[in-house]
């Protein structure tokens, strides 16, 4: 029960100051609150994402790991605060005085463009077979060609290990193949963000390992940047350079795999750690 | 009886023709119904105060009012209010359509709110605009929903066409009772009635079923050869989303 200790922070993990960092981040969360009614989510929470870096967010249920997802997607609207995708806010507009308004769904969907997501259902679309859940957005929200769309989206099947599997309806794949369906049909919108929720916590035990392999994979060839909510503590050891540990709404501590998982500061990280290793 | 039937046989160009009116009055009214059902269903679930106002109005007034009084209504004081006059099967095209367009509105509504809502987060994170999420998305699940639901309505609806009898539009119905009347064999005609109405209602019953397998193919569902036969399907709605 760590009451009353401010939550702690890398140097790099406070809102940039102007004139001390010359690269803005990727993302930045300022002061960000998220309130369901009474109940507070997210408590001015701040941190940042640097450009390709692959960040890991963990910490107990309800911690509000997901809503920092949810957020990212528009899929949640911020309480208050501003969150910050590369140098603009991603839910708000400038008004002509300057100051921030909540964003219309014509702003909303310009920020979308650079963000995609991966959840844990993978929530394939029934009534489209695996090829269309992929080309689908591509062609109809890129407005890309679809014969280009459809030899992209059987290079990610291919890329996913589910090259024969074009014409098949979602119901009849198991889960780990619709989760890489899933992660290809991502892919195909390709997010400079990608957002992983949970993505394998609905798999089978034995489809786990291949779906975290992949997303490694993708980690580690391509310059997407990831933020992934996991209870997988060998994917955020094994991929990502840096995890966040969440309580009630605020980052208790944060640093790279080793030295969360080895030598973690607060009190906190260990209880969470001794729980789930 | 022998009587009733020559005389059906005798007036066969007659009761023809009153096949055709309900045939008619069915196909255009249900037709009408189905678009104001997506009309009004869709208006209940705007963002836009005005419009969902608008929707619930229409579908309480339609829902609430006499069946039997619209029909007089439109064919009877609507001349004398607005100088236009509707033939009889076109007053039953309008009032038909209005009714089940009101409780087919509920059904498309229900039938959109069903779609998991992850299916309409999904279609969030690919970025696609409202429309496109509904059309391409949220529409194509609930469709399937939908169909069970239409089918018990077209069947009330195409069993409402007899009303056309009180507009004396040569419906079925009327054509039969003017036999009945002219043989006075009320046993005989109203059992040809109770007939010839259940084999209309199975006939669109097995379209319905038809539509319905088509539907679900399309989904990737399961059918089985016999849901052709079921008349109304018992298997829970199929949902998206997860694979739970």
């Known amino acids: ?277 | 009886m022998s009587d009733f039937f020559s005389t059906l046989l005798d007036e066969f160009p007659q009761v023809r023709s009153g096949l055709w009116v309900t045939v008619q009055a069915t196909v255009l009214g249900s037709l009408l119904a189905l678009l104001l059902s997506f009309a009004l269903g869709l208006a209940a679930g705007s963002r836009l105060l005005l419009v969902r106002g608008v929707s619930r109005t229409v579908v309480e007034f339609f829902r609430g009012t006499s069946l039997y009084i619209q029909l007089f209504w439109l064919y009877y004081a609507m001349p004398q209010l607005t100088g236009y006059e509707l033939t009889p099967i076109l007053c039953g095209v309008v009032a038909f359509g209005l009714n089940y367009g009101a409780y087919g509105s509920e059904v498309v509504r229900g039938a959109i709110n069903s779609v998991p809502r992850a299916q309409y987060e999904a279609a969030v994170a690919l970025n696609m605009t409202p429309f496109h999420r509904m059309r391409k998305v949220i529409l194509p699940q609930a469709w399937v929903q939908m169909i069970p639901s239409f089918t018990n309505l077209l069947i009330q609806l195409l069993k409402c066409t007899p009303l056309l009898w009180l507009l004396s539009a040569a419906d079925l119905m009327t054509v039969i009772q003017t036999i009945r009347d002219r043989t006075g064999e009320s046993l005989t005609a109203y059992l040809t009635l109770l007939a010839v109405y259940f084999v209309l209602a199975y006939a669109l019953t097995l379209l319905m079923n038809l539509l319905e397998r088509t539907a679900k193919r399309r989904l990737g569902l399961h059918t089985g050869g016999k849901s052709l036969l079921k008349t109304r399907s018992a298997e829970p709605a199929p949902t998206a989303g997860g694979a739970r």
Request: glycine share 8%; proline share 5%; aromatic share 4%.
């Open chain 1, 1 to 277: 029960m760590a009451t009353d200790s401010a939550p702690l922070k890398e140097p790099a993990d406070r809102a940039p100051v102007t004139g001390t960092t010359g690269v803005e981040p990727l993302v930045r969360f300022d002061k960000v609150v998220k309130r369901y009614g009474d109940h507070v989510v997210l408590d001015e929470l701040d941190f940042t994402v640097r450009r390709g870096e692959h960040v890991t967010l963990i910490g107990p249920s309800g911690s509000g790991k997901t809503t920092i997802l949810r957020l990212l997607m528009t899929l949640e609207k911020v309480s208050d605060g501003v969150i910050w995708v590369d140098g603009s806010p991603l839910s708000h507009v400038r008004g002509p005085d300057g100051s921030l308004r909540p964003a219309g769904e014509k702003q909303l969907r310009e920020s979308r463009k650079k963000i995609g997501m991966v959840f844990q259902q993978f929530n394939l679309f029934p009534n489209m077979r695996v090829l269309q859940n992929i080309t689908e957005a591509p062609v109809n929200v890129l407005g890309m060609d679809r014969e280009l769309a459809e030899g992209r989206a059987r290079e990610l099947l291919d890329l996913v290990g589910l090259s024969g599997k074009t014409d098949a309806h979602p119901s009849q794949l198991s889960g780990g193949q619709q989760q890489r369906v899933a992660i290809a049909r991502a892919l195909a919108m390709e997010p400079e963000i990608l957002l992983l929720d949970e993505v394998t916590s609905a798999l089978d035990p034995e489809l786990v390992a291949g779906v975290l392999e992949l997303l490694g994979d993708i980690a580690r060839t391509t310059d997407i940047t990831m933020l992934c909510v996991t209870h997988e503590m060998n994917f955020a050891r094994d991929v990502s350079e840096k995890v966040l540990m969440f309580d009630a709404g605020r980052v208790v501590e944060s640093g790279t795999p080793e030295k969360i998982f080895t030598d973690p500061e607060h009190e906190r990280t260990r209880e969470f750690l001794n729980a789930v290793l």
